[in-house]
């Protein structure tokens, strides 16, 4: 099956520093991928869509300059978290559409990242 | 806009036993997905099951059936012959039709499911 890593997988920074977390699609390619952000026993709330060679689009109420998106290639999508604050902490997850129609243009997960700022 | 409703935050069934999980959702389009996510204390997203909505047959994967009522948008999971591996966090998710906004998911608040031995 397709597989979506996501790096780091957990990671602990001080507030008002920036985290930048990496989504990478290991054996397809993706155009498209998408970022997600999880509280404790909570569902996924979608923060954007990331298009390669292109800006993100941004869900409402998600603040674009603090949430930075890089789609530079075809299998890897960065998330930066910009001076981050203790409210940011969560568990982001990142998702991965195959272009290949075999596929049924399916979403694959990656792992997640727990980010906790102190 | 487009919701995905799960009315039970919890459940729970004995090993070897059959449960439903519900899921109603609101939409005015005619080409959708529904699917449904299985979310284990790893957290890793695993996709359980999926149902077009063009499609009037019930989606099956061995002992995960959906009821799927297009008129009533409601789109249950059944779990035949539970077991303990079953147990996790269990989501309803909706996505338009491919050509419509890159296909993002919508998913439900989630039902904890607990299979006790």
């Known amino acids: 099956g397709a597989v979506v890593s996501q790096h780091p997988s957990r990671v602990i920074c001080k507030s008002g520093t920036s985290v930048k977390i990496e989504c990478r699609s290991l054996?397809?390619?993706?155009?498209?991928m998408f970022w997600y952000r999880q509280f404790p026993k909570q569902s996924l709330m979608l923060m954007a869509t990331?298009?390669?060679?292109?800006?993100?689009?941004?869900e409402q109420g998600v603040e674009k300059d603090k949430f930075l998106i890089n789609h530079a290639s075809l299998t890897l999508s960065t998330l930066t978290v910009t001076s981050a604050h203790p409210e940011d902490s969560s568990f982001y997850i990142c998702?991965?559409?195959?272009?290949?129609?075999?596929?049924?243009?399916?979403?694959?997960f990656g792992p997640g990242t727990r980010l906790t700022v102190l | 806009a487009q919701t995905v409703t799960q009315s039970q935050p919890e459940m729970s069934v004995q090993e070897a036993e059959t449960v439903t999980l519900s899921c109603t959702y609101d939409?005015?389009?005619?080409?959708?997905?529904l699917f449904w996510y299985k979310q284990p204390p790893s957290r890793q997203m695993i996709l359980v099951i999926r149902?077009?909505?063009?499609?009037?047959q019930n989606a099956t994967e061995n002992r995960f059936s959906v009821n799927f009522q297009k008129a009533a948008k409601s789109f249950s999971l059944k779990i035949s012959d539970s077991q303990l591996g079953d147990a996790a966090m269990y989501f309803c998710?909706?996505?338009?039709?491919?050509?419509?906004?890159?296909?993002?998911?919508?998913f439900g608040q989630g039902t904890e499911l607990s299979v006790k031995p």
């Open positions: 998702s991965a559409r195959a272009d290949t129609s075999g596929f049924y243009n399916e979403q694959f």
């Open positions: 054996d397809f390619q993706a155009t498209t």
């Open positions: 939409t005015s389009e005619s080409d959708y997905y």
């Open positions: 998710a909706y996505r338009r039709g491919i050509y419509n906004q890159g296909g993002k998911l919508i």
């Open positions: 990331s298009n390669e060679g292109s800006k993100a689009t941004y």
């Open positions: 149902q077009e909505a063009y499609k009037q």
